[in-house]
């Protein structure tokens, strides 16, 4: 069974930073685009970043020049995609998700989330 997993989050003050980590269990999903989502309380899940086999990257307007998304497919274990958060703002406090490996079951598979808190 695919899955994966994401790490990183935790509670940082405004201006920080934080990596975030999303491990894919089987390293042919480096095939597939590779997501990140994020979700407040009270608001509707929504998306933040991705990355494609070609590692061609796409962001939100509100965390652009912010937020950098790579890929490592270097690994013989897992595929790793990673989001570097700079510059965090209040307004970036949320669970965030990795969504992936689309080849292995349609919509892709999506991981239990990592809770990022931004303090001002």
């Known amino acids: 069974q695919v899955q994966v997993v994401e790490s990183g989050g935790g509670s940082v003050r405004a201006g920080g930073s934080l990596r975030l980590a999303c491990a894919a269990s089987?390293?042919?999903?480096?095939?597939?685009?590779m997501f990140w989502y994020r979700q407040a309380p009270g608001k509707e899940r929504e998306f933040v970043s991705s990355i494609d086999s070609y590692g061609t990257t796409k962001y939100a307007d509100s965390v652009k020049g912010r937020f950098t998304i790579s890929a490592d497919n270097a690994n013989s274990s897992v595929y790793l995609v990673y989001l570097e958060m700079n510059n965090l703002k209040p307004e970036d406090t949320a669970m965030y998700y990795c969504r992936g490996c689309g080849s292995w079951y349609p919509g892709g598979v999506w991981g239990r989330g990592t809770q990022v808190t931004v303090s001002s």
């Open positions: 089987e390293t042919s999903c480096y095939i597939d685009d």
